[in-house]
């Protein structure tokens, strides 16, 4: 027997939320409840195990190779577990012309991690255009966004309280 | 998370950003929220579709497809369910109006969503959030909730007998789930791969956030009102994201007549450039429109205006690029995206995109080969013609986004990219570019 994936209050809440969002699509269409569980799931753990998406296939009923390929078509699931702390810094086009390329740099330098690569603390990636281009240049931790980032004062600031 | 600075100028659809609570249902009242729904509610379906072909509302999403027109299609005798979906995916590069639109205002969506619904015969809809606006969907999500409290969503709509519901869905880092069919495939809950159906198989019609967003104002002020503001071919005024090397990059309001110089000039607007710095060239609708040079910028953000100069209004994301910018290496970035983020379904545009990468990095790297210019053209060639004709040799139009800025940047700045094969360098030094922050 597996463990469980979840901790029973953890399953209670899970299931009591899948449950409210599959009201909100044909009954026969269970399966377009996909995104919203896996990101639960993903709230919840952090990433998206094997055991997971099993288990999300199941409520689903769906087989667990959908659950899969659609956790490994989004670059916001992570079917392997990342760093505590993922940082995606946008260098599409107007980012780049407002200095990320610079501010990459710096961060590869900062957190000890080349871009594209990571340890148990952090992932640092790439990321495509985040609609803050008028706002540039910016990047995301664990999906809080940053814009503005100018000076590297306000980039260390972000990073000040996390530990 | 803070909200985003509000822009100087401000009618038609930014009127109330930047004031107090304006994302709040009171404050949207006050401002006469939910009118235009009453009005609508009124109506016959098709004269609501009728006032709306009338506006000469197009879509604001890229395609610039009338959206009177678009209404018109679903067919009313069909027994099965209708839907409606609202692109809030807003991922092409440049972009970044919708989401003042959901930051802001995110009633004056709903009340167009409700509109919308109701001239078409659907009971559900699905807005449709980029995974990563995790703000924007707090806040629509919070709006839904009071739609729903004040009676705008649910078994009546503002007591009419008109069954809506209105749900939000988050997508997860893929810009392809922008692309209409992909978006559906998305909301269905698969990879969005673009295919051709309606969602759950249903008569379905996709909108634009913006576009939505312009529906309620039509219905209080009358489509000639609407029409009048715009061309004759495109009413209303635009929300274009300025951005890149100006002064003040933003999104603004304009009217259809405005040129890109003005934009990118103009006091209300970019406040010109950098000192010392010129314009050198500019993309004037989200990274997939064809490059334009400075000497092509005294042109009107319209869509038939920049149609003429064989590139298009798009997304209406203006991105500035100065004299100091190498095209190559901006090219090879708009491109990596393109690479990155393919479906993979056709041939040509997953295997092109990423060769073109390749091309390009080589060349700006200086290890670019005289043939390389050649096989860049064929590739892209292969992938969508040039000039835009429509859909190229692909399922969907991503291959046309990333076929387009290769050729237009590779004709219209040949030189620099013979350079950099004949210098075997970058001539423009050392990057990461650093014109802008301190980051040695
Ligand atoms: C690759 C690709 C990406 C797209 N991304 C978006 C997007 O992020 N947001 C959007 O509104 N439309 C996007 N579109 C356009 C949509 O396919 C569609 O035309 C639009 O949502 C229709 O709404 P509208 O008529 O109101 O403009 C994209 C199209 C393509 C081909
Ligand atoms: S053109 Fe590209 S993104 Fe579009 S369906 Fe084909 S492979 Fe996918
Ligand atoms: S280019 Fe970075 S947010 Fe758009």
Known sequence: ?163 | MTVAPAPAVQTVISEAWGQPNSHLISEYKKRGGYKALEKALAMEPTAITDEIKRSNLRGRGGAGFPTGLKWSFVPKDNPKPKYLAVNGDESEPGTFKDRYILEYDPHLMLEGIAIACKAIGAHKAYVYLRGEFKFQAERVDAAIKEAYEAGVFGESVLGSGFKLDCYLVRGAGAYICGEETGLIESIEGKKGWPAVVGLFGCPTVVNNVETLASVPPIMNKGAAWFAGLGTDKSGGTRLVCLSGTVNRPGVYEVSMDTTIDQLIHDPKYGQGMPAGRKVKAVIPGGSSAPVLTADETDVALEFEALKMKQTMAGSGGVVVMDDTTCMVRALWRVTRFYAEESCGQCTPCREGMPWMTRLLRKIEEGLGEPEDLEILMNVAASIAPFPPIGLGNTICALGDAGALPVQSFVMKFKHEFEQHIAEKRCPHGDHPWGHFGDWA
């Open chain 1, 1 to 163: 027997m597996a463990d469980p994936v979840f901790s029973p209050d953890d399953q209670k809440l899970f299931d009591s939320r899948l449950a409210d969002i599959l009201t909100r699509y044909p009954a026969d269409r269970k399966s377009a409840a996909m995104l919203p569980a896996l990101r639960m799931m993903q709230e919840i753990l952090g990433w998206c195990p094997p055991e997971g998406l099993r288990l999300v296939a199941e409520r689903l009923e769906v087989k667990p190779e959908r659950a899969y390929e659609v956790a490994s078509f989004y670059v916001m699931f992570h079917t392997e577990k990342p760093g505590k702390y993922v940082v995606d810094v946008c260098t599409n086009l107007s980012c780049s012309l407002r200095g990320a390329e610079g501010m990459l740099a710096y961060l590869e330098r900062k957190l000890g991690v080349k871009a594209g690569h990571g340890n148990e603390q952090w992932l640092l990636r790439e990321a495509e255009c985040l609609a803050s281009c008028g706002t540039a240049p910016c990047l995301q931790v664990n999906e809080d966004h940053h814009e503005n980032l100018t000076t590297r004062e306000k980039v260390d600031a972000i990073f000040a309280n996390l530990g």
